[in-house]
């Protein structure tokens, strides 16, 4: 394109700055576009430059740009990216355009659900009601669109994540059920989801200080949650719990260790805590770069727990094979 733009013919250089303007927005190099498109007049033009001027987050000359596109209903202009700059400063301004423009005649459903579920997303960090009130409108699409799966699954993300209680995740239950009825990635990711929501829920109908083997139980099902749910605080409480249940356990340090990665604001004190109250732990020597026997007899017995194999003769945990030398496992596997 730019060896185009320099030639003589008057009608293959316009073509040319258009094509490279278009790429330049494309991948995010906005003043690099305007000054491609100078010279150059017309609607496509104008929407192009309303892109650039949204993506730079300069509205006081992409909105009567904007105006002038929607009101001839163009279809052209990369409405995704134009809105998404538009909502990196003003969100709420987003969302009235966002209305505007998937009411355009002729916009493909699936694009309308996915600007609808993007806006959304955008509106739940400083309006919760609003996000979401945009995503069920995303969500209730008819017909059904992929845009529309997955601005259901975002509702239930965001409960999942908003919960403090293990009763509270079961607010996404509902969402979660229906979606798993659907099939495609979405409803994939809602069955996994269910799958841990329900060993989670057999956890807390079984589990209690007393029970054997509980902080190993505790921390699978930890693990299981911050891995295979979006509800950091949930894991939090689990590990926590391990701590406080079995403040002697082998794995309260790792588990300590995992809250300290969930809550940065409260690293620091956990890591003092630590050190006061479990200075020989293995863990902690892992953190140093030790890899220790101590330790991968530990993650032998942990792994050989979460995965329900037979532990070593007489319930004891598995020591490292003979002639094994600390450092030889992986780190990637202790982590």
């Given amino acids: 394109f730019v060896a185009l733009m320099e030639s003589g013919d008057t009608a293959i250089r316009h073509a040319a700055q258009l094509a490279h303007g278009r790429t330049l927005i494309a991948t995010g190099s906005y003043q690099a576009a305007l000054a491609t498109l100078d010279g150059l007049e017309g609607p496509e ?15 006081a000359a992409a909105l009567p740009l904007l105006d002038s596109a929607i009101a001839r209903k163009d279809l052209t202009l990369p409405w995704d990216s134009t809105l998404a700059g538009i909502g990196r400063v003003d969100p709420a301004l987003a969302s009235q355009y966002t209305t505007a423009v998937a009411a355009l005649p002729g916009l493909p459903v699936e694009t309308r659900d996915r600007l609808l579920d993007a806006d959304g997303m955008r509106l739940l960090a400083g309006n919760p009601d609003a996000g979401l009130a945009r995503l069920a409108e995303a969500g209730s699409a008819d017909p059904v669109t992929d845009a529309s ?46 799958r841990v929501m329900d060993r989670l829920r057999g956890f807390t109908d079984s589990i209690s200080p007393s029970v ?12 299981s949650v911050r891995d295979g749910l979006p509800a950091p605080g949930i894991a939090a409480q689990l590990f ?14 790792k588990a300590l260790l995992a809250l300290a ?10 890591f003092e805590g630590l050190e006061c109250d479990y200075p020989d732990s293995p863990y902690l020597l892992l953190v140093a770069g030790n ?32 002639g094994a030398r600390a450092g030889q496992t992986p780190r990637d596997e202790l982590k």
Wanted: glycine share 8%; proline share 9%.
């Fill in 45 to 59: 033009v104008d929407a192009m430059r309303a892109a650039a001027y949204a993506g730079l987050g300069d509205l």
């Fill in 240 to 253: 926590a719990t391990l701590a406080a249940w079995w403040p002697a356990s082998p794995y309260a340090p």
């Fill in 212 to 223: 054997p083997q509980g902080d190993l139980a505790t921390f699978v099902m930890a693990e």
């Fill in 291 to 322: 890899v220790t026997p101590a330790v991968l007899a530990l993650e032998d017995s942990l792994r050989v727990y979460s995965v329900g194999a037979p532990p070593a003769a007489g319930g004891a945990r598995r020591a490292p094979a003979a």
């Fill in 261 to 270: 990665a969930l809550q940065p604001a409260s690293a620091a004190s956990i």
């Fill in 149 to 194: 799966l997955i601005a259901r699954l975002h509702v239930a993300q965001y409960l999942l994540a908003q919960a403090d209680t293990f009763a509270g995740l079961e607010a996404a239950r509902p969402g979660l059920t229906s979606l798993s009825e659907v099939g495609g990635p979405s409803s994939i990711q809602a069955i996994r989801y269910l």
